[in-house]
Nanobody, 112 residues
Framework: QVQVVESGGGSVQPGGSLTLSCVAS????????MAWYRQSPGKQRELVASITSTGYKTYGDSVKGRFTISRDNTEKTVYLQMTSLKADDTGFYFC??????WGQGTRVTVLP
């Protein structure tokens, strides 16, 4: 079994920055696919950023150039550095491991 816990959400002014963390624990052997999704009000859940077991990164079109996903040396923690935040970035951010295990989410609010 795998547990996924997100943290780092909060409220920020437009143009501000936040860094989210996702810690995975349990039956994980080596680096694996991890990703951030977000659920914004009135919108479907969308991919924000992902990182594969080999370190290949992808980003949603709306966050390219502003968000950065990274993994620490334990390979069980990923970060999402968010800069130049906009009101449209408001939502719940969820972390997933292998697209199978999901955390409870962390809320990000960019104040209008």
């Amino acid at each position: 079994q795998v547990q996924v816990v997100e943290s780092g959400g909060g409220s920020v002014q437009p143009g501000g920055s936040l860094t989210l963390s996702c810690v995975a624990s349990g039956s994980i052997l080596g680096p694996t696919y991890m990703a951030w999704y977000r659920q914004s009000p009135g919108k479907q859940r969308e991919l924000v950023a992902s990182i594969t077991s080999t370190g290949y990164k992808t980003y949603g079109d709306s966050v390219k150039g502003r968000f950065t996903i990274s993994r620490d040396n334990t390979e069980k923690t990923v970060y999402l550095q968010m800069t130049s935040l906009k009101a449209d970035d408001t939502g719940f951010y969820f972390c997933t491991v292998e697209a199978r295990y999901w955390g409870q989410g962390t809320r990000v609010t960019v104040l209008p």
